[in-house]
């Protein structure tokens, strides 16, 4: 490894070039994902750099004092198996601590994964469709506002292995996206987001009570966007939320395994019909 090669923080503008390199490699990003990712944890975002230029990227966002999640892992494709990436993923690790650390790793490099201390349990897969004209009459399905924060805040802890204000905060009021709930007899049953891509617009989270709930946020969801290709990254420990999935016409196209360094968390995975992100949990 060159004496050049160093790891340090990424500003604001250093995680845009990352979703930018990860266009490059396929993935799909969000247009505004640069600014809700930052948002979540400024000091997780890592970057190896050769006499100067990135040349290895990768997140190491912390949420609590128990929970973190790993994702951005990306090194340019001249300087790989130099171990440049296993050098930031170990800044990386020591950054998150004593915490359990989960991923979403490329089913094909799980065994790497393994080998630095990650756990697979179960597969996160990707669907697609063509949205196709909103169907959406359900009068309990609306608009999330300002006023709704606490109450969608409230409703996601369960659904999540630790509280993330500040992600929620940037990822409800996103340019580019359509954020809904499900409110029936005065309460929140659900909720779901829309955010425009590269390709298209990805779905996450989509979290409900039931898969009726989710069914009709889904199509809440499509409003607007008729012909558009909708992405649904869908837990397949949740068989409701692969079946709905299924029913809606989507057509699995990509899998990743989620995994964890300290054991599964204990969260309500029967509420979750999309995950929120591959590269942030």
Same mark, same amino acid.
């Given at each position: 490894?060159?004496?050049?090669?160093?790891?340090?923080?990424?500003?604001?503008?250093?995680?845009?070039?990352?979703?930018?390199?990860?266009?490059?490699?396929?993935?799909?990003?969000?247009?505004?994902?640069?600014?809700?990712?930052?948002?979540?944890?400024?000091?997780?975002?890592?970057?190896?750099?050769?006499?100067?230029?990135?040349?290895?990227?990768?997140?190491?966002?912390?949420?609590?004092?128990?929970?973190?999640? !790993?994702?951005?892992?990306?090194?340019?494709?001249?300087?790989?198996?130099?171990?440049?990436?296993?050098?930031?993923?170990?800044?990386? $690790?020591?950054?998150?601590?004593?915490?359990?650390?989960?991923?979403?790793?490329? *089913?094909?490099?799980?065994?790497?994964?393994?080998?630095?201390?990650?756990?697979?349990?179960?597969?996160?897969?990707?669907?697609?469709?063509?949205?196709?004209?909103?169907?959406?009459?359900?009068?309990?399905?609306?608009?999330?506002?300002?006023?709704?924060?606490?109450?969608?805040?409230?409703?996601?802890?369960?659904?999540?292995?630790?509280?993330?204000?500040?992600?929620?905060?940037?990822?409800?009021?996103?340019?580019?996206?359509?954020? *809904?709930?499900?409110?029936?007899?005065?309460?929140?049953?659900?909720?779901?987001?829309?955010?425009? !891509?590269?390709?298209?617009?990805?779905?996450?989270?989509?979290?409900?009570?039931?898969?009726?709930?989710?069914?009709?946020?889904?199509?809440?969801?499509?409003?607007?966007?008729?012909?558009?290709?909708?992405?649904?990254?869908?837990?397949?420990?949740?068989?409701?939320?692969?079946? $709905?999935?299924?029913?809606?016409?989507?057509?699995?196209?990509?899998?990743?395994?989620?995994?964890?360094?300290?054991?599964?968390?204990?969260?309500?995975?029967?509420?979750?019909?999309?995950?929120?992100?591959?590269?942030?949990?």
């Amino acid at each position: 490894m060159g004496g050049g090669y160093k790891i340090e923080r990424m500003s604001a503008a250093d995680v845009q070039t990352v979703i930018n390199w990860a266009g490059r490699e396929g993935w799909n990003a969000g247009i505004h994902d640069a600014s809700t990712f930052y948002a979540a944890d400024q000091n997780g975002f890592f970057k190896g750099t050769l006499d100067g230029e990135i040349v290895a990227t990768g997140s190491a966002v912390i949420y609590d004092d128990s929970f973190a999640f !790993c994702g951005l892992y990306i090194v340019a494709p001249e300087h790989r198996g130099k171990g440049y990436g296993l050098e930031l993923t170990k800044a990386r $690790l020591a950054y998150c601590g004593d915490r359990n650390v989960g991923i979403d790793g490329v *089913l094909a490099n799980v065994p790497i994964y393994e080998q630095i201390g990650y756990v697979p349990y179960y597969e996160n897969n990707r669907f697609v469709r063509e949205a196709g004209a909103c169907r959406h009459t359900n009068k309990a399905v609306r608009p999330i506002t300002t006023a709704d924060f606490g109450a969608i805040q409230a409703y996601d802890r369960p659904c999540f292995p630790a509280p993330r204000e500040a992600f929620l905060k940037a990822w409800l009021t996103q340019s580019d996206s359509v954020a *809904l709930c499900y409110e029936e007899d005065g309460g929140i049953k659900g909720y779901g987001v829309r955010r425009k !891509c590269r390709v298209g617009h990805k779905i996450g989270p989509l979290f409900a009570d039931n898969a009726a709930i989710a069914e009709a946020l889904f199509e809440g969801l499509q409003e607007g966007v008729e012909g558009d290709q909708i992405i649904l990254d869908v837990p397949e420990v949740n068989k409701e939320a692969v079946r $709905l999935a299924e029913a809606m016409g989507m057509e699995k196209i990509f899998a990743t395994a989620r995994m964890y360094q300290k054991g599964l968390p204990k969260i309500a995975y029967d509420r979750i019909f999309g995950v929120s992100t591959f590269e942030l949990g």
